[in-house]
């Protein structure tokens, strides 16, 4: 569940990034940082930690994955159940 909330904020990061590369400064959302309305540069500064960020958020959400170990999905759920065949004590 982890590695889902690291992937989710390596996809808004890298959104973000690239955000700051297409937008000048005076169209940004005013909620990120580096918005001037008299500016009409990019922010590349901005945009390559965004960038940096969403590259480790990506490795986190591996990170995680591997440490947690990734789930088997061709294993059918039954073969998890497992029978105890009868013993002297059923009689």
Avoid: N
């Avoid at 890298?14 to 005013?30: D, G, N, Q, T, W």
């Avoid at 008299?38 to 901005?46: E, T, W």
Wanted: overall charge negative.
């Amino acid at each position: 569940m982890r590695a889902a909330y690291w992937m989710c904020a390596s996809v808004v990061l890298f959104a973000i990034a690239i955000i700051y590369l297409v937008e000048p400064s005076k169209k940004l959302p005013h909620f990120l940082p580096g918005y001037d309305p008299d500016l009409a540069l990019h922010q590349i500064a901005h945009a390559v930690m965004a960038g940096f960020f969403a590259i480790v958020a990506f490795f986190g959400a591996l990170a995680s994955l591997i440490a947690g170990g990734i789930p088997d999905v061709q294993e059918p759920p039954s073969s998890h159940i497992h029978t105890v065949p009868p013993g002297d004590g059923d009689r």
